[in-house]
């Protein structure tokens, strides 16, 4: 993005209402942990035999729905997450 279209963007998120901005917070939050985890996927078709990767795939999926109860990512789910804990 250039100078002039990133200054249009930041002037359309200053405009949101509260609950406007926290959405999309949120929306944009998802499509970073979606991204996340295509990389993950990738890696472990890489690395892990197939049946190592459903099985890793199983357990994550288990450990966001059961264990801390998030079926959709949201700001408030991760705001305490550091990207240093997943070796970033």
Do not use: C
């Amino acid at each position: 993005m250039n100078e002039q279209e990133l200054r249009r963007a930041f002037q359309k998120v200053k405009s949101f209402s509260n609950d406007k901005f926290w959405n999309w917070m949120n929306f944009i939050h998802s499509r970073a942990y979606a991204k996340a985890a295509q990389h993950y996927e990738e890696a472990m078709a890489i690395v892990l035999q197939p049946k190592q990767a459903t099985a890793v795939k199983a357990k994550a999926k288990e450990i966001r729905e059961k264990w801390d109860g998030i079926a959709t990512i949201t700001m408030d789910d991760t705001e305490a997450a550091d990207l240093q804990a997943l070796g970033v």
